[in-house]
C-alpha cells in the first residue's frame, strides 16, 4: 500500500500546511508593515478569526462525508482541531502578554467581569483537553468510543467562539453572525440519518 | 583566534557569480530577520490636499506630538463607509465634499443655507492640537484646522428656547455606500447642550495636519468635542439643528445601556463590555492611563451638580 500511505502523507502535510499559512501571512504582513496603525489589536483580531476558521473547518469533513461520500477530509480533522487550539493559545497569549502586557489585575478582572472574555477563555479551557488528547497514544489509551465522546467538546467549544465574537463586536454583526450560520449548519448536519457508508467505511479519528 | 583554514577556499570551490549572490542572500535574510524582530513603520505618507490657511495655533495635548497624518487618515471609524478601520480610507472616493450645502436652522434668529466654503469664509481658521479618545479605548493627538462651534452659533443668534444642539450626517447612500447596510439607524445624527457647543474648546473642523479634511475623516466638516468620546465628532454635517429638547444621538438609540447622550470620557465609568481606565496612543505599545475628560478638567464647571455616572 506503498501508494496509499504516500497519499496519506500528503494529506498530512497538506493539512499542516494550510494550518500555518495564516501564521506566515501574518509574519509577511508585519515584516511588510501591513497591520495598520494598531498592529496590536490587528494581530489579535486575525488570531481570533483563524481560530474560529479552523474551528469550523474542522467541523466540515464529518457532514461532508454524509453528505458526498468523500472520506479523506477526515484524516484532517485532528490537525484543523490542533490548530484552532494553537491560534486560540496564541491569542490568548498575544492578549495576556502584549495587548495587555502581563497585567494580571486587569485580566483577571476582565475574565470575571466581561461575559465576552469570560466566554472566550471558557472555549480555550474546553479546547485544551481535546489538544492534551489528539494524539494516536491518547485514541488508544481512552478507547476510540470514549475518545469520540471528550472530542464532542468540540462543538461546545465552536458555540462558545462564536458568542464570545458576537459579543465582542460593538454593531457590525455581520461577521459573526456568518460564523454562528456555518457553524450551525456543520452542526446540524450531524443530526439525522447515519453517514454514508459506501466509500469509507472507517475514516481514521 | 584560531581558524579551521580549508584547503580550498569558498571562491575557488564555487562560481563567483553564485558565491556573491549566497552574500546577498545572507544578507537579504539578515535583513529580513531584523526587520521582523523590529518592525520600524517605513516614512509615514505624506499630507495630501490643499493647505489651509492658518491664523493661530495652540497645542491643547499636553506638549505632545501629532500622530502622523498617515495614522489619522487609514485607521478610522465612518461606518457610512464600512465598518472595518481601513474601509473609510480606502472608500472615501465615492464621497464628494465638494460642492457641499450646510443648513444651520431650528431655535434660531437668522437661519442659514449656504455652501460649505462659504460658511468657512465666515471666520479665521485655526489650528488646535487636542487628544482624541475613541470609546473602543484607542486614542490620537490631531492637530485640527477649524472654528470654534460657538462663533457659528452667535452669528445665526439662538432664541431663548435653544437648548441643545442637534448634528446630521449626509444621507446618501451613493456617497456613503455603508448606509447601505443598517448597522446603524442612518443618518448619523448626534447632539450637544448648548454651554457645551459654545464651550470654547468645542470645534468645527475642516482639516488636520494642515491640509483639507480627508473624506475618511469626515469631509467638508465635522464636530470635535476633545473631552468626549471620539463617536460624538459626528462627519461629514449637513444640517445643524438647535431645539428644545435633547435630540437623539445614534449610538445612543442603537445600544441604550452602553451610551449616553454625554460620551464624556471618564476612567472611572467602564463601557459595560470593557474598561475604561487605560487606553492605547496609536504608535505606542504600553497601553496609558486615560485621563477624566480626556485632560481636559476646564469642562468639569459645565456638569456641576450632575453625577458623573450619568455622563456616559
Redesign the interface.
Known sequence: MAIGAARSRWIGAAGWGAALAPLALLAADAAAHRLGANPIEAVLNRLGFWTLTFLALSLAPTPLQRWTGLAWPLRLRRRLGVAAFAYAALHLSWYLGVDQFFDLEVVVADVVKRPFITVGFAALLVLLPLAVTSTDGWVRRLGFARWKALHRLAYAAALLGVVHFAWRVKADRLKPTLFAVVIGVLLLARLGPGPRRAQAGRGSP | MARWRPDIGDAEATPEGLWLRRRDFLKLGAA?AL??AW?E??AAGEPVGATLPVTKREALAGGEAPTPW??VT??NNF?ELG?D??DPAARAGTLRPRPWTVTIDGEVKKPLTLDVDALIKRFPLEERVYRMRCV?A?SMVIPWVGFPLGDLLRQVEPTSRARFVAFQTLLDPAQLPGQR?A??DWPYVEGLRIDEATHPLTLLAVGLHGRVLPGQNGAPLRLVVPWKYGFKGVKSIVRITLTERQPPTSWSR??PSEYGFYGNVNPAVDHP???Q??E?R??E???RKTLPFNGYPEVASLYAGLDPRSLY
Do not use: H
Request: proline share 6%.
Open positions: 529580513g526587520s521582523l518592525p513603520r517605513p498617515e495614522d487609514s485607521y461606518y465598518t478601520k481601513a473602543e484607542w447596510r448597522v446603524i442603537l445600544a463590555r470593557w474598561s481606565a487605560r492605547r496609536i504608535g505599545f504600553l497601553k
